[in-house]
Structure formats: C-alpha cells, structure tokens
C-alpha cells in the first residue's frame, strides 16, 4: 500500500508540474504583456520552482564526454566491463590515451544512482583509468535474478577487482567503506592477486560507536524488527521487480530531506529570488544540485535490513564478529594495501573517527601504510564533491596511488 500511494502521488505531482512548468512559459513569454510585469515575473517564477520540484525523475547521465590529459583534451567513452544483475562495472575510457593506474570508485548503494559521484570521477579522469560501481535500481531488477545482501555485494567488489586485473586502486565513499574494507581484508587473506594496492574510505561508518550522528541514532533507537514492519515495502506491478521487498529511494530521500529540511527551503527560496532577478546561471545550479539529489533508487529488503544489523545495530566489523558466507573477516589480514581515511570535519552522516577505525583495526598494517586526513571545514558532501574535493582531497588521494603504483 505503501509504494501504490507513492506513485499515485508521484504521477498527480507529475501532471501538476507539466502545468506549472506550462504557466511559467506563458507568464515568461515576451509576446505576454503580463510578463513585463512584476507580478508576472513573480508567479513564473513561483511556478518554476513549484515545476522543478514536483518533477518526476529517472536515472541520471554521467555526461562525461572530455577530459584534459597532460593539457590535451581528449574524449572519454563509457563502457561496460562486467555486467551483473545488481549492478554494472563501469570504465570511462579516455581515447588515446594507455596506461595510468587503474581505479575503482565504489559507489554507495543507499538511494542515489552512482551519479552521485560525478564530480568524483571527473577529478580522477586526468589522472587515472577510472572504474566506477553501476549499481542497479532494485525495482527494476526481476525477482527471478535472485536476492542481493552484504555478502553479494562484497562478492561484486571482488568479481570487479578480478576484472579490472592486478595492480587496482579502490575508493569507496561513505557506505561501502565497510563492504569495500571487507573485500580488502577477504582477497589479503587468501594472498589474491587482484586486492587492491590502495584503499580509500571516505566518511565511512567503519565504527559508528565512534561520535554517534543523528543517522546512528536513527538507525538504532529502534529494534531491528521496526524496520522490517514499517519501511519495507513491496515494489508493484508497474515494474520489472514486481513482488521485490525492498527499502524505497523515496522513503531515503524523506529522511535525508527532513534531517536539513531548513536548509533546503533556503535553496529554494533562493533559487526563486534567482528567477525573479533573471539570474538564470545561479538558479539552473540550484536546479542541477536537486535534479542530482532527488534521483533516487530502492534498496533490496535483505541488502538493507542486513546493513542496519551489522553496521549500525551490532557494530560487527569493530567487533571481529563480521562474517562473509560463514567466514571470519579479518582486518589484520591486511599486509600490504595502502589505508587512506578520510572524514569531514562537518560531516553530519558519518561522525569523526568512524572511518579513521578502519586504520586502528589493521592490526598488522605498518603504520607507513597507513594515511588519514580530517578536511576542515568540509561537510559530509563535500569530502567527494565541490572544489574541497577537487583542491584539497583529490591530490592526497592520487599522492597515494602514486606512491604505491
């Protein structure tokens, strides 16, 4: 019933945006005396952000065509390396150009399309062949193609190793710093030949004990049952995972709306002043932030519930207690991988010292091998986008690919 009233919503909301977007064009059309107006300027513009918000939205492109190599400009082709019912592996190519340490930015699967990560990946282009973790929108995924849990995708960030080849790098932001972490510890363990010579965790909730946030508490203040009952929902028949219990990307978009719901009534206040001045440069900036942030994809129930246990509920993988298919992981496995941890000091989802664990759990790491960086000033968004990232972060990050090429 949950996700029937969703889109029954979604689709009277998408009718009322065509509208509202139609209003706006009359109101703004030059042939319309109403438009040479104030009043007519303030109601398009008051219908523009009503249109852009009530939208319906899709999957987002990369929209990565160029990059500059050396000072040249040179194209960049996405491809599909591996492709697996969950989610894809995918590499932007950069013509002409060989060679380059090969780099896979795992991306988190927690509501948002990979896209996310856009300005991860452009940053890393010049420098780096970059692979990126496409994972898939649960409910479109046919429940015939199986379940998909924490182990599955520690088994996906192998499987995407072994096809990158030896010698990778990884970068896992936020979420996936555990299951990446993971997959690290399993491929030290058996001496494999494609583990990582690098990883790079960035505001990942290694040990979320360390400096609760308000995500922590949310995710523990309630037995693990409530989450079972009351945000798990059944993907209906419209889709191709019809009958798939998943946690839906709308539901996860409420609750990290709802956490800064001030702030995001300022951008949109903000963006309505924009209109009505005619600064359509800053308003189309604030429009591309939210056609980015409100994208979003569901959540296999199994990937989710199990997650909510072991990472926030139990706290597992600082315990020792974490397993894979049975199996004991161990961070003291890691020998050789290069550990760099990286947390905002503003981060409001994953709380200092979450990830900096994952350095103190790598028992038998020389301590040469092992990095950390707490970026002043720099919100949870930030540690992997805006130019912080680009100017501050980045560099750090191909400093140690460099060194452990």
Same mark, same amino acid.
């Given at each position: 019933? =949950?996700?029937d009233?969703?889109?029954?919503?979604?689709?009277?909301?998408?009718? %009322?945006?065509a509208w509202?977007?139609?209003?706006a064009?009359?109101?703004?059309?030059?042939?319309?005396?109403?438009?040479?107006?104030?009043?007519?300027?303030?109601?398009?513009?008051?219908?523009?952000?009503?249109?852009h918000? %009530?939208?319906?939205?899709?999957?987002?492109?990369?929209?990565?065509?160029?990059?500059?190599v050396?000072?040249?400009?040179?194209?960049?082709?996405?491809?599909?390396?591996?492709?697996?019912?969950?989610?894809?592996?995918?590499?932007f190519?950069?013509?002409g150009?060989s060679g380059?340490?090969?780099?896979?930015?795992?991306?988190?699967?927690?509501?948002?399309?990979?896209?996310?990560?856009?300005g991860?990946v452009?940053?890393?282009?010049?420098?780096?062949?970059?692979?990126?973790?496409d994972?898939?929108?649960a &409910?479109?995924v046919?429940?015939?193609d199986?379940a998909?849990d924490?182990?599955?995708?520690?088994?996906?960030?192998?499987?995407?190793?072994?096809?990158?080849?030896p010698?990778?790098?990884?970068l %896992?932001?936020c979420?996936?710093?555990v299951?990446?972490?993971a997959a690290a510890a399993?491929?030290?363990?058996?001496?494999h030949?494609?583990r990582?010579r690098?990883?790079?965790?960035m505001?990942?909730?290694?040990?979320?004990?360390?400096?609760?946030t308000?995500?922590?508490?949310?995710a523990?203040?309630?037995?693990?049952?409530?989450?079972?009952?009351?945000?798990?929902?059944?993907?209906?028949?419209?889709?191709p995972?019809a009958?798939?219990?998943?946690?839906?990307?709308?539901?996860?978009?409420?609750g990290f709306?709802?956490m800064?719901?001030g702030?995001?009534m300022?951008?949109?206040?903000?963006?309505?002043?924009h =209109?009505?001045?005619g600064?359509?440069?800053?308003a189309?900036?604030?429009?591309?932030?939210?056609?980015?942030y409100r994208?979003?994809?569901?959540?296999?129930?199994?990937?989710?519930?199990?997650?909510?246990?072991v990472v926030?509920q139990?706290? &597992?993988?600082p315990?020792?207690l974490?397993?894979h298919?049975?199996r004991p992981?161990?961070?003291?496995?890691i020998?050789?991988?290069?550990l760099?941890?990286?947390?905002?000091?503003?981060?409001?989802?994953?709380?200092?010292?979450?990830?900096k664990?994952a350095?103190?759990?790598a028992?038998?790491?020389?301590?040469?091998k092992?990095?950390?960086?707490l970026?002043?000033?720099?919100?949870h968004?930030?540690?992997?986008n805006g130019?912080?990232?680009?100017?501050?972060?980045?560099?750090l990050?191909? &400093?140690?690919?460099a060194e452990n090429?």
């Amino acid at each position: 019933m =949950l996700y029937d009233a969703y889109e029954f919503q979604r689709s009277m909301l998408a009718g %009322a945006s065509a509208w509202a977007n139609f209003g706006a064009g009359m109101l703004n059309n030059p042939a319309n005396p109403f438009s040479y107006f104030g009043g007519g300027a303030v109601m398009a513009s008051a219908l523009e952000v009503f249109a852009h918000a %009530a939208a319906p939205r899709g999957k987002p492109v990369f929209g990565l065509d160029r990059t500059m190599v050396n000072g040249e400009a040179v194209e960049v082709v996405e491809e599909v390396v591996l492709q697996k019912p969950f989610g894809q592996l995918k590499r932007f190519a950069r013509v002409g150009v060989s060679g380059g340490p090969k780099l896979l930015i795992v991306a988190p699967m927690s509501g948002h399309f990979a896209t996310l990560l856009r300005g991860t990946v452009e940053r890393m282009l010049p420098t780096c062949d970059v692979y990126i973790t496409d994972w898939r929108d649960a &409910k479109l995924v046919p429940v015939t193609d199986g379940a998909f849990d924490l182990d599955d995708y520690v088994d996906y960030l192998i499987e995407f190793m072994e096809a990158i080849g030896p010698g990778g790098h990884m970068l %896992a932001v936020c979420q996936p710093s555990v299951p990446t972490y993971a997959a690290a510890a399993l491929m030290s363990a058996d001496k494999h030949p494609c583990r990582p010579r690098t990883l790079t965790m960035m505001g990942g909730p290694i040990d979320t004990r360390e400096a609760p946030t308000a995500v922590n508490t949310l995710a523990t203040e309630r037995p693990h049952a409530w989450f079972s009952q009351n945000v798990i929902a059944t993907v209906p028949r419209m889709y191709p995972g019809a009958g798939r219990r998943v946690y839906p990307g709308f539901l996860q978009l409420t609750g990290f709306m709802s956490m800064n719901l001030g702030n995001h009534m300022m951008s949109h206040w903000e963006m309505f002043k924009h =209109l009505v001045r005619g600064d359509g440069e800053s308003a189309e900036a604030t429009k591309e932030f939210y056609d980015e942030y409100r994208s979003v994809c569901d959540m296999t129930e199994e990937f989710y519930l199990q997650t909510i246990d072991v990472v926030f509920q139990e706290h &597992k993988l600082p315990r020792g207690l974490m397993t894979h298919r049975g199996r004991p992981i161990d961070p003291g496995a890691i020998t050789d991988i290069a550990l760099l941890a990286i947390e905002g000091e503003r981060d409001d989802i994953s709380g200092i010292g979450q990830t900096k664990a994952a350095l103190t759990l790598a028992t038998n790491l020389p301590e040469a091998k092992k990095h950390y960086l707490l970026a002043e000033g720099v919100g949870h968004y930030g540690i992997f986008n805006g130019s912080k990232w680009r100017n501050r972060i980045a560099p750090l990050v191909e &400093k140690l690919i460099a060194e452990n090429g």
